[in-house]
């Protein structure tokens, strides 16, 4: 069995909770509330991507051969380009639905999550590799099932379209699974098992991403939670 099976084995229950989730269903039916799309959204241009970027450039940094680095460092400038893009569909969506409001600051999730990207690509190369992965595949995979799922004309179509990468993306989860099967050839079992457990937290943080965003996650919410 190679890396990415065993990976994708840990993953794949997650997944499908993830695709059940009633974020990304409402999101396809357009039963979504405006606001819980809009907490997506917002938190994950104005926090997440900017420290996905951030994390996969500190790891090309450290790529232990130059076409890794290329690779990383190329997912890391693309990421930084697609901020724009998302800055013009939160003006949309704030057009749209003129009850929505920026919030306050970041939110608990997202703050840990932010986090624990930069804390893996700080770590090691296997912990960095093994950390962001998720937010690459459980993205593809994402997006298959929305643009498979998706009811025609819904009110999210249009943010679906935008949302979802083209085709190129499919050839870049497939290098960067082609670089973990090759760090895995030659790696120790200490580095495999860091990076594994990287991708399990990584994949959590995925779920948990998603089910902020349908509660509305405050830090409001959590200290009501906590004297509760």
Same mark, same amino acid.
């Given at each position: 069995m190679t890396l990415r099976q065993r990976l994708w084995a840990r993953a794949e229950p997650l997944l499908a909770q993830v695709h059940a989730h009633p974020f990304w269903t409402g999101l396809c039916d357009g039963t979504l509330p405006p606001e819980a799309l809009w907490h997506f959204a917002e938190q %994950?241009?104005?926090f997440t991507v900017p420290a996905y970027a951030r994390a996969l450039a500190r790891? &090309?940094? #450290?790529?232990?051969?130059?076409?890794q680095g290329a $690779?990383?460092?190329g997912a890391a400038g693309a990421t930084f380009e697609s901020l724009d893009r998302m800055a013009r569909e939160l %003006? #949309?969506?704030a057009g749209r639905f003129d009850t929505l409001k920026?919030? %306050?600051?970041?939110s608990p999730t997202t703050l840990a999550h932010t986090s624990f990207l930069t804390a893996s690509s700080t770590a090691s190369f296997a912990a960095a590799i093994g950390g962001l992965l998720p937010m690459t595949?459980?993205?593809?995979?994402?997006?298959?099932? $929305?643009?498979?799922?998706?009811?025609?004309?819904?009110?999210?179509t249009d943010w679906i379209a935008q949302y979802c990468p083209g085709d190129g993306f499919d050839g870049y989860v497939e290098a960067y699974l082609a $670089? #973990?099967?090759d760090f895995a050839a030659t &790696?120790?079992?200490a580095e495999l098992a860091l990076l594994e457990d990287g991708f399990l937290h990584g994949a959590l943080y995925e779920l948990a991403f998603c089910e902020a965003a349908w509660r509305l996650q405050s830090w409001a919410e959590t200290t009501s939670e906590r004297n509760a």
């Open positions: %994950d241009f104005r790891t &090309a940094a #450290v790529a232990q051969r130059p076409e $690779l990383l460092a %003006d #949309v969506l920026p919030a %306050d600051g970041i595949w459980f993205h593809q995979q994402v997006c298959v099932e $929305l643009r498979r799922r998706l009811v025609p004309g819904t009110r999210y $670089l #973990v099967d &790696a120790p079992e």
